[in-house]
Structure formats: C-alpha cells, structure tokens
C-alpha cells in the first residue's frame, strides 16, 4: 500500500514535501496554524502572522481578536490565537528570548520532546509536526484529515481507536526518510479527494487499492463528468 501511495499518488496531486528548514519556534508556530488544514491554508495564516506584526514579541503582546484575524479562514481562528498567544508568553517567561533552538537542539530527541510537550499550547500533533521537521526524529503527525485518510486507506487498524496507538502504528510502517512525504500525500489526499461526507473516490489516483473505495463500490461510482465541488 506503501509503495503505491509513494509511486501513484504524486503523479495525480501538487504535493511538495521539500519545505525549508524553519527555527524550532517557527514549527511549532507553524504546526499550530498547520493542524487540520491544508499546506496553502497553513502558509497563508503563517505568513499573515509575520506580515501583520513586526516580530513574535508584538504577536506575543497583542490581543487574541487581532491574532484571530491572521487566522482567518482556519477552523478555530480564536482557540489557535488563544494558544499562539499563550506558548509565545510561556517561552518568553522561561527563555527570555523567543529562541528555542539552543535549548533543545543540544538536549537529545526525548529530553526535547518532553520540554515540547509541556507547553500549554503543545498537543500530539504539535509534537510530532516539530520532531519530523526540526529536530530529526522519526514522528508522524496526526491530524483529523490525516487519519481519516489514512484509516480509509487500509494503514490504520480499524481496532485502533485512539489517534496516538494510530500515530505509533504507522511510525512503525513509514520509514524514517518518507515522512514528511507521507504526510504531505496524505494531506493532500484529505483535502483533494477523502473529504468526511461524500469523498471523491472515483476521481481519487489511488482508489483502486483503497479499502474504503472498495468496500463501498465509491471507486467505480461515475458523477456525471468524473468531477464534483468539494462540499462546503
């Protein structure tokens, strides 16, 4: 399944899995505005935020409806800027300065990963978003699109309920120098083709191998020119 997510997938979909390198600070930032939407969705609202304020300390000391407004557009506009805010105000208090590569580059994956999550604003998927792309460990970000996706494409155990058993399953089966292209692909995937209600399964590149495609005969289900709008 894999191998053909791998082979067949970036023929049919834009996904560019070579970000640059971003400071710690700005990946967890990053993955706050990245958690359940897409890469456009995600850029946008970052850039808005170093666009609109003159550095992190002027977001840091600016009200949550001001932050809300670079979030436009994301689920959840004003709980994203309640927690920007809060994590920026929280490293600000303990580092006195808004750089977090000196204290965690030097610190090893786990000692890391557990001054990572014990920010307020750190969930799982904040987590793993910063250990993939910054700190070289192995992790795979789960968000709610990306597990949908990836339970419907048969990677995830149905068995498996809770999203961290799912996260761990699949670092299990990703290998270490795919994951960041996993999770683009299955980003895009979410976004393109697996929506929650009426997914586009017959237009999807990868429908003949999926399990839900198959299961509910939505693989071979023609809509008229092959091609609908994505719900709203």
């Given at each position: 399944?894999?191998?053909?997510?791998?082979?067949?997938?970036?023929?049919?979909?834009?996904?560019d899995s070579?970000?640059?390198?971003?400071?710690?600070l700005?990946?967890?930032?990053?993955?706050?505005?990245?958690e359940?939407?897409?890469r456009?969705?995600?850029?946008?609202?970052?850039?808005?935020?170093?666009?609109?304020?003159?550095?992190?300390?002027?977001?840091?000391?600016?009200?949550?409806?001001?932050l809300?407004?670079a979030f436009a557009?994301?689920?959840?506009?004003?709980?994203?800027?309640?927690?920007?805010?809060?994590?920026?105000?929280?490293?600000?208090?303990?580092?006195?300065?808004?750089?977090?590569?000196?204290q965690?580059?030097?610190?090893?994956?786990?000692l890391?990963?557990?001054?990572?999550?014990?920010y307020?604003?750190?969930?799982?998927?904040?987590?793993?978003?910063?250990?993939?792309?910054?700190?070289?460990?192995h992790a795979?970000?789960?968000d709610?699109?990306t597990?949908?996706?990836?339970?419907?494409?048969?990677?995830?155990?149905?068995?498996?309920?809770?999203?961290e058993?799912?996260?761990?399953?699949?670092?299990?089966?990703?290998?270490?120098a795919?994951?960041q292209?996993?999770t683009?692909?299955?980003?895009?995937?979410?976004?393109?083709f697996?929506?929650?209600?009426?997914?586009?399964?017959?237009?999807?590149?990868?429908?003949?191998?999926?399990?839900?495609?198959?299961?509910?005969?939505?693989?071979?289900?023609?809509?008229g020119?092959?091609?609908r709008?994505?719900p709203?």
């Amino acid at each position: 399944l894999l191998t053909h997510l791998f082979k067949a997938a970036p023929k049919d979909l834009d996904v560019d899995s070579e970000a640059e390198p971003r400071p710690v600070l700005h990946e967890f930032i990053y993955a706050l505005c990245r958690e359940d939407a897409t890469r456009e969705e995600a850029d946008r609202a970052f850039q808005n935020l170093q666009d609109r304020f003159f550095d992190w300390n002027e977001v840091r000391v600016s009200s949550h409806r001001e932050l809300e407004e670079a979030f436009a557009g994301l689920s959840n506009a004003l709980g994203r800027a309640e927690r920007l805010s809060e994590f920026l105000r929280e490293v600000f208090d303990t580092e006195f300065s808004f750089d977090l590569d000196k204290q965690l580059l030097k610190k090893g994956l786990k000692l890391a990963a557990k001054q990572l999550a014990g920010y307020q604003a750190a969930n799982e998927y904040i987590g793993a978003w910063v250990m993939q792309r910054s700190l070289g460990g192995h992790a795979i970000p789960l968000d709610a699109p990306t597990l949908r996706c990836a339970r419907r494409f048969g990677l995830v155990d149905g068995a498996v309920d809770d999203a961290e058993g799912a996260r761990t399953g699949l670092e299990h089966l990703v290998p270490k120098a795919k994951g960041q292209h996993f999770t683009e692909l299955m980003s895009c995937l979410a976004s393109t083709f697996c929506w929650e209600e009426q997914p586009h399964c017959s237009g999807c590149p990868l429908n003949a191998e999926c399990a839900y495609a198959q299961e509910t005969g939505l693989a071979h289900k023609a809509n008229g020119n092959g091609r609908r709008p994505k719900p709203r």
